[in-house]
C-alpha cells in the first residue's frame, strides 16, 4: 500500500462546479496534511494546509480532514478554467523531530471546460 | 527576495557523466530537501537535511550523493548519470506552513 494515494484522475468538470479532490493516507502518526497545485511546467506550489480534524475554508477552497479514516478531501467551489492543474496531496509526519518528512501522492489532474 | 532558487533549469547528461545540481534559499530555513519527479509519481524524496552539517537519505537515494555546504545551499550531485534518472528534480526548504519549491530542474540522460 502507498503510504498516500489520491483517487485516480483526470478529473474534468464544467467551469462554475465544485471539484472534489480526494486522499489516503496510511501512517496514523501524521501531523499535518497539505494540498498543492501544480500547472505544468511549474512548481509545486500551496494552496492549503490543515492540521485539525474537520473542514477549513480559504475563499473557494476547502480541506477536510478525518483523521479516523484517514482520509483528506480538497473542494474547489465555483471551477475556474485557472484551476486547471495537477493537484497534489502531500502528508507531513515529524517522526519525533523537529523537521520531518513530507510524502507526496501521485497526484490528480484537474480540467476545467467552458 | 528569491525563495529558492535552483540551478541549472535545464540540462542534458550522457549516460555516465556527472554533475551537480546546485540550491540556495536565502529564507534562513534549516530544513532543505531533494525530490524527483516522474509522470504519475507525484514527487518522491532523494535525500533531506535537518540542518547544516547533516543529510539523510530518503525514499530514492541510490545513484545521489548530496552536501549541504552551509545553511543556505544545498547541493545534489549524480557520479554517474543514468537514464533512470532522467527526470524533474525540485529543491525544497520547510517553513512552518509547508515546504517552498524551487523551479525545478529538467535533466535528460540520453
Not at chain 1, 492549503?48 to 475563499?59: A, L, T, V
Not at chain 2, 533549469?9 to 534559499?25: I, N, R, W, Y
Request: proline fraction near 4%; charge should be positive; charged fraction near 15%.
Amino acid at each position: 500500500q502507498k503510504e498516500v494515494e489520491q483517487n485516480s484522475g483526470p478529473l474534468s468538470v464544467p467551469e462554475g462546479a465544485i471539484a472534489s479532490l480526494n486522499c489516503t493516507y496510511s501512517d496514523r502518526g501524521s501531523q499535518s496534511f497539505f494540498w498543492y497545485r501544480q500547472y505544468s511546467g511549474k512548481s509545486p506550489e500551496l494552496i492549503m494546509f490543515i492540521y485539525s480534524n474537520g473542514d477549513k475554508e480559504d475563499g473557494r477552497f476547502t480541506a477536510q480532514l478525518n483523521r479516523a479514516s484517514q482520509y483528506i478531501s480538497l473542494l474547489i467551489r465555483d471551477s475556474k478554467l485557472s484551476d486547471s492543474a495537477t493537484y497534489l496531496c502531500a502528508v507531513h509526519n515529524a517522526g519525533g523531530t523537529s523537521y520531518g518528512k513530507l510524502t507526496f501522492g501521485q497526484g490528480t489532474i484537474l480540467t476545467v471546460h467552458p | 527576495n528569491a525563495g529558492v532558487t535552483q540551478t541549472p533549469k535545464f540540462q542534458v547528461l550522457k549516460t555516465g557523466q556527472s554533475m551537480t545540481l546546485q540550491c540556495a534559499q536565502d529564507m534562513n530555513h534549516n530544513s532543505m530537501y531533494w525530490y524527483r519527479q516522474d509522470p504519475g509519481m507525484g514527487l518522491r524524496l532523494i535525500y533531506y537535511s535537518a540542518s547544516e552539517g547533516t543529510t539523510d537519505k530518503g525514499e530514492v537515494p541510490n545513484g545521489y550523493n548530496v552536501s549541504r555546504l552551509n545553511k543556505r545551499e544545498f547541493s545534489l550531485r549524480l557520479e554517474s548519470a543514468a537514464p533512470s534518472q532522467t527526470s524533474v528534480y525540485f529543491c525544497a526548504s520547510k517553513q512552518s506552513g509547508g515546504y517552498t519549491f524551487g523551479s525545478g530542474t529538467r535533466l535528460t540522460v540520453v
